[in-house]
């Protein structure tokens, strides 16, 4: 893991220094195999657990996320929320460079819990990468959550699939890459009168990732 998160901030690096080109010609197959994987894993998006409100509400926050929180990631989410589903929408910036990340998420809840019984949402998401001229990526992921309201705290679980597609420019002597890779994650948001916390851990092909997030509604 540790060799492929290197990986992924020594192009990023290459790239924010004007030689992205030089960064990826220099990888092999297996080596871009694994910077695929990389990005699969730490720019897959999934918005937050399902609100349990009687009002429709939107949410402006941030947080940050990395590999046992060895890179951090600045982000700005907005959130419409209502009883039975979820819209978001994601934008983050790879500082002193022209990287960004953008990605919409929508969240049904296919069964309503209660007092005694949890609640079940199903998810998809869609992400891309911005910003470099020679790497195309993208992914897609769909995702069951179990989650059970309590008065303060509403913890969950969930599994999901991730698809990715990362396409090298064709000047390049490298394949495209297109693959799959399972998700699980497990956390706990909690409601703080305006203000929402949410700790998270994920674990995404071989990469895992501790994380947190938090927001203002509004």
């Not at 918005?47 to 929180?69: I, K, N, T």
């Not at 929320?81 to 953008?102: Q, V």
Request: charged content about 20%.
């Amino acid at each position: 893991m540790r060799h492929t998160i290197l990986l992924v901030l020594c192009t990023f690096a290459a790239a924010a220094h004007g030689s992205e080109n030089d960064a990826l010609a220099r990888l092999i197959q297996p080596d871009f195999r694994a910077l695929s994987q990389g990005l699969g894993a730490a720019l897959s998006y999934r918005g937050s657990v399902h609100a349990r409100q009687s009002l429709a509400a939107q949410q402006l926050g941030g947080g940050f996320a990395g590999p046992q929180f060895n890179s951090e990631l600045s982000a700005t989410q907005a959130v419409f929320r209502s009883d039975w589903f979820d819209i978001g929408g994601f934008h983050s910036a790879l500082p002193r460079t022209s990287i960004s990340l953008t990605a919409l998420d929508l969240k049904f809840r296919v069964v309503e819990g209660g007092a005694h019984r949890p609640s079940f949402d199903l998810g998809g998401s869609m992400a891309r990468l911005d910003g470099t001229e020679r790497l195309e990526f993208n992914s897609r992921g769909l995702d069951l959550t179990i989650s059970q309201g309590f008065s303060l705290a509403t913890p969950y679980a969930g599994i999901g699939r991730v698809w990715v597609d990362s396409r090298p420019d064709q000047g390049l002597a490298l394949e495209s890459e297109h693959f799959f890779m399972d998700k699980y994650f497990i956390g706990a948001r909690f409601e703080l009168g305006l203000a929402d916390v949410a700790l998270e851990a994920d674990r995404t092909g071989s990469d895992t990732t501790i994380g947190a997030r938090f927001g203002l509604r509004f």
